[in-house]
């Protein structure tokens, strides 16, 4: 069985890229505009990995993961925050305990897959 | 392809499970047993083939993988060996999981991927033959030291998955400190609180083996490769552990156990440990045993999980009935003992046999949380075809239950969240009419108490319609037109077999059962069902379940020369009476609180003449419903393993199963409910 994503990010074009990168892998893939969009995909479906950016309007990534985390079934899947690397260290010492790994913005695709692999095992 | 032979196929392939499981278990009492082995090759040869009619892929693969390893075991190639066996049994249940359309794909996956690395491990082993004598192979070895923060699982990472990953490495040694909590326990509520040092023997390249620890902090992992024997007192190591001569030894035993050969003359570094660990000696032994003994517990190579088939895990559960039989007997044949210190040790074996008891069957229980997404797809789908808007809220879904009980349960489960939104919560405009939130509200909760495991499913809806329950009873017949009724037997008519409210037969609930299927179904696992509700603001299904299925606290009574066992918890009360103060009364009724309730006697009952001058009388309490038995006498209290009645039985329905009893002899265990009826 495929393995189900969700992507949050309000860049549309980071997203169609991340969406199709992948979507070509063979993962099936659920994209959300902002945290309000994506919340509304954890409905109780399996949802085995969320990607979300940051900053996002309506409810940011933080507000986000914070939702996702309080939902029973969403308690312990792995949750990778896209962050550019000036903004690093702050945003790590604001997520500590709640993510399972910073992706740096921009990314080469080889690395980028190699982390959702690891984080889907 | 047909659907009738769809189900043909799925019944004939359980029936090859079956078989193969019975030859399985077969060959591992007598592993040489050539005919066997030919059978479980066929077995699986035929289950293959049909599979691939059929379009069962994954069955069709993994059973094309272990056919191949008993062609192997066939024709001499390959040992069958423990773990071939247990591979195999265990794949027997994940085959059968994949029959019955269960998605068990993974664990599919993960058996093939044994079995391929079985095959390689022998390629390996065969090329090492060849080169005997040759270089020692490239293998590198590691020290990992982990120190996970207690709350990695809340970061989304895996932690046992991490530990796989490992393994896939190379053989390993895993050891487990500051195991407060013991470390299944651990990984099943997904806090970490220990710490943990790894040997590791692998071909992988240091960056790869710290690969496999990608997302954890650099302060929760070390990885030190291994050149030689003074790692172990060395800097880097001691800053996480400070070791003594005989756990510095201990580890270079593992290392070359996991390598031969790897380190040359591990005495040679002898000569230097002492020093580094000259104080903790200083301290005592004593205490140095202490922490080698309680702090650090040696797990196999395998890591922290070893897989059991259900079959040994039934084996011990069996064991550990009987010998809950056997104190019985043993007690039995003490005849009460006078000797306080033979009581003692009775009561000493007693406590011991019940931690035995209930840790055996501890192994079998699975948190209630594998059915949370089966309800709530259920309650999506449901709502979505009734047009109906619901919130499902769980609590309590890490309660534990035995295995075949959370089976047993999803139906039942499912018939009553079906009735629940379908006949309780209203639709959206009507509940905004009612002042409540158009989203209905629909709460699971669980939690243990006693012996028992509660689960409770509320909703908000409209309550229970009582008038509409009487008039249908009535109509049916199960009601008379000019009786009150109170509401708990108005309830107890819902549950009646052939009681449907619908007013249409409608896809969702209405099937043609009803609630009488429920309540037979949680009956069957000796589970009760209880409902209370209030008109218009909703009502609450509370299922009572034992923890085990098997075993039962009993009452032994006797009747002539016969014992019959009735489970404790149904007796609330017990009193001697003369058999002329019972039976001369023309009512033939007791009086008991208050109230004249009409008695069976288990004599008249069985026309055995010749009455004791002195009855017993028993109440019996099942779910509110009193009925008074007089029995002859009582024998005393029995903890006893329940079985169930032979299936040419099952129309005596007086008897809910049988046990035997300290002396060896059968006992009936009594349906006191059932006596009333008839």
Not at chain 2, 125 to 136: D, E, I, L, P
Not at chain 2, 168 to 177: D, P, T
Not at chain 2, 206 to 225: G, N, Q, R
Not at chain 2, 402 to 426: Q, V
């Amino acid at each position: 069985m495929s393995k189900n994503i969700v992507v949050a990010e309000d860049f549309n074009v980071s997203r169609k890229i991340i969406v199709s990168t992948l979507a070509k892998e063979g993962y099936s893939v659920m994209e959300a505009a902002d945290g309000n969009e994506a919340v509304q995909l954890f409905d109780g479906r399996p949802i085995d990995l969320l990607i979300t950016d940051f900053n996002m309007p309506n409810m940011n990534g933080a507000e986000l993961i914070q939702k996702v985390r309080a939902m029973e079934s969403y308690t312990y899947i792995p949750i990778l925050l896209l962050t550019t690397e000036v903004r690093e260290e702050k945003i790590q010492q604001a997520m500590d305990g709640n993510i399972t790994a910073f992706i740096k913005k921009p990314f080469e695709t080889q690395d980028f897959l190699k982390i959702v692999k690891k984080a889907l095992r | 392809m047909n659907a009738d032979f769809h189900q043909e196929y799925i019944e004939e392939a359980k029936q090859l499970l079956k078989d193969l499981e019975q030859a399985l278990l077969q060959l591992e009492k007598d592993p040489e047993d050539a005919d066997m082995i030919n059978n479980i090759y066929r077995y699986l040869h035929t289950l293959k083939g049909s599979a691939g009619m059929f379009g069962f892929k994954d069955v069709e693969r993994l059973s094309h993988e272990l056919e191949s390893v008993y062609s192997d075991v066939r024709d001499g190639i390959r040992q069958q060996d423990d773990f071939i066996l247990d591979l195999t049994l265990h794949a027997v249940d994940v085959l059968a999981d994949l029959i019955d359309g269960k998605d068990s794909g993974k664990q599919a996956e993960k058996i093939i991927k044994d079995i391929e690395k079985l095959k390689e491990d022998d390629t390996a082993a065969s090329a090492n033959h060849a080169t005997a004598g040759g270089a020692a192979n490239n293998n590198k070895a590691y020290a990992i030291i982990l120190r996970p923060e207690k709350n990695i699982y809340k970061r989304g990472l895996n932690f046992q998955a991490m530990l796989d990953e490992l393994q896939e490495l190379g053989a390993s040694e895993f050891m487990v400190h500051d195991e407060t909590v013991p470390f299944e326990k651990q990984l099943a509520d997904k806090e970490v609180v220990s710490w943990f040092e790894i040997l590791l023997a692998s071909k992988a390249g240091l960056e790869a083996v710290k690969d496999v620890f990608l997302f954890m902090k650099p302060s929760e992992y070390t990885v030190l490769e291994i050149t030689d024997a003074g790692l172990f007192s060395s800097e880097p190591y001691r800053k996480h552990i400070q070791l003594d001569a005989h756990q510095i030894e201990d580890r270079l035993k593992m290392v070359e156990a996991l390598m031969p050969g790897f380190l040359n003359a591990p005495e040679a570094q002898h000569t230097e440990e002492p020093e580094t660990v000259s104080t903790a000696v200083q301290q005592g032994e004593a205490a140095e045993e202490d922490e080698s003994l309680d702090k650090i517990s040696r797990r196999s190579r395998k890591g922290g999980h070893v897989s059991v088939s259900t079959g040994k895990l039934d084996q011990l559960i069996n064991v550990v009935s009987e010998l809950v039989i056997f104190r019985s007997e043993l007690y039995h044949l003490m005849g009460g003992g006078q000797n306080p210190e033979v009581v003692e040790a009775m009561e000493k074996l007693e406590r011991l046999t019940l931690r035995l008891r209930d840790s055996a069957f501890n192994i079998r229980l699975v948190p209630l949380n594998i059915l949370n997404v089966k309800l709530e797809r259920l309650i999506r789908s449901v709502s979505k075809a009734l047009g109906k808007e619901v919130e499902f809220i769980t609590e309590g879904l890490d309660t534990e239950l035995d295995r075949s009980m959370i089976n047993a349960l999803e139906a039942p489960l499912m018939h009553i969240i079906r009735n629940a939104i379908d006949h309780g919560i209203e639709n959206p405009e009507e509940r905004e009419r009612r002042n409540k939130p158009r989203k209905g509200l629909l709460k699971f909760y669980s939690y243990n108490s006693g012996d028992h495991v509660f689960i409770q499913l509320q909703d908000d809806g409209n309550g229970i319609d009582f008038d509409k329950i009487r008039a249908k009873g009535i109509e049916k017949g199960l009601l008379t037109r000019n009786q009150a009724y109170s509401e708990k037997e108005l309830i107890n008519v819902m549950m009646a077999p052939g009681f449907s409210t619908a007013d249409q037969v409608t896809t969702v609930s209405g099937r043609g059962v009803g609630m009488d299927v429920v309540k037979k179904d949680i009956a069957a696992i000796r589970g009760d069902i209880e409902v209370s509700t209030e008109k218009g603001l909703g009502s609450i299904f509370t299922l009572r379940l034992p923890l085990t299925l098997t075993i039962l606290d009993t009452l032994v009574v006797s009747v002539a020369d016969n014992k019959y066992l009735i489970p404790i918890n149904e007796v609330e009360y017990c009193y001697k009476e003369s058999h002329a103060r019972l039976f001369n009364k023309k009512s033939r009724q007791i009086s008991y609180d208050g109230l004249l309730m009409p008695f069976v006697s288990l004599r008249e009952y069985f026309a055995i003449e010749d009455f004791p001058e002195q009855e017993t009388v028993i109440i019996i309490n099942k779910n509110d419903t009193k009925v008074a038995v007089v029995v002859d006498e009582i024998i005393g209290k029995l903890q006893t393993v329940y079985k169930p009645l032979n299936e040419l039985l099952t129309g005596v329905d007086c008897f809910s199963g049988t046990s035997i009893l300290g002396d060896g002899s059968m006992a009936l265990i009594l349906n006191a409910l059932k006596l009333k009826d008839s």
